[in-house]
């Protein structure tokens, strides 16, 4: 990627970056964090100690920065240009961004209560899925490992306590975003995010999709090797839904944690 071949991409990038910039704060303080007392988030955290709703929407902000700010650094800081490993960092921001706007979005308290309650239970999951693999190659491991079923008890015992009528779910990445993509119009936040994905997990149809081989040589036996570049067409088009969500989701704290 040139400047001098998309001044304009460029100046787009630029001011996302910058605009990220002004979001650090956020990522290194708590006290940002804090909902004001009898504000409507507060009275979610109320409901669902020890899983507050703003611990969860926090955490999944802090993160989709964190994400977006080392793209950044490697691109800005280090001057490196990859074709595929910018996409890896955009869809995690995505993932991380959308979960804060799922949960922060409802008007409903118990919708916000349930999907906050949710999300944690797919946290408690992926743990013990984790944990469990940890375990059966260090059978050794000193500690308890998590139960889930222990868990989704507890997590249920807070959801009937709340009042909040509801069901806890799994929610997949998929599904997420299928539920945020039209709070943010302007690019599909889900079509993005699945084509990141398939730059993260190296399957050829996404570089094939978008990215136009700068070069092209044939091999024995059929082989043909391509050299892909990327465009910053192509990045402000995947950052685009990123800062959406991460906007969209600090706007939306700040009003559910106005008393």
């Known amino acids: 990627m040139r400047r001098e071949d998309e001044p304009e991409e460029f100046e787009i990038a630029d001011s996302y970056f910058q605009e990220l910039r002004?979001?650090?704060?956020?990522?290194?303080?708590?006290?940002?964090?804090i909902p004001e007392a009898g504000s409507r988030l507060a009275q979610d955290d109320g409901l669902i100690k020890p899983h507050q709703a703003s611990h969860n929407i926090a955490n999944a902000v802090v993160s989709a920065i964190d994400h977006l700010h080392a793209l950044d650094s490697i691109m800005l800081g280090a001057g490196?240009?990859?074709?595929?490993a910018p996409f890896s960092l955009v869809r995690a921001a995505i993932e991380c961004a959308a979960q804060a706007a799922w949960i922060?979005?409802?008007?409903e308290q118990a919708t916000r209560i349930v999907r906050s309650l949710s999300l944690s239970l797919k946290v408690a999951k992926d743990r013990e899925t984790a944990y469990s693999e940890l375990a059966r190659r260090h059978p050794n491991l000193q500690g308890t490992l998590p139960d889930f079923d222990s868990d989704k008890a507890q997590l249920q015992a807070i959801l009937d306590a709340s009042g909040a009528a509801g069901k806890l779910i799994l929610p997949s990445s998929t599904h997420i975003l299928t539920q945020v993509r039209d709070l943010v119009p302007r690019t599909s936040a889900l079509s993005v995010w699945q084509l990141c994905s398939g730059f993260a997990h190296g399957r050829r149809w996404a570089a094939d999709a978008v990215l136009k081989p700068a070069q092209s040589t044939s091999l024995p036996d059929d082989v043909i090797a391509k050299e892909n570049r990327p465009t910053m067409r192509l990045l402000v088009w995947a950052l685009t839904p990123a800062m959406d969500l991460i906007r969209y989701s600090l706007e939306r704290h700040s009003e559910l944690s106005r008393a």
Not at 104 to 107: G, I, Q
Request: hydrophobic letters at 40%.
């Open 22 to 33: 002004t979001w650090l704060g956020f990522r290194d303080s708590h006290e940002a964090w």
């Open 104 to 107: 922060s979005a409802p008007e």
């Open 80 to 84: 490196a240009s990859h074709p595929l």
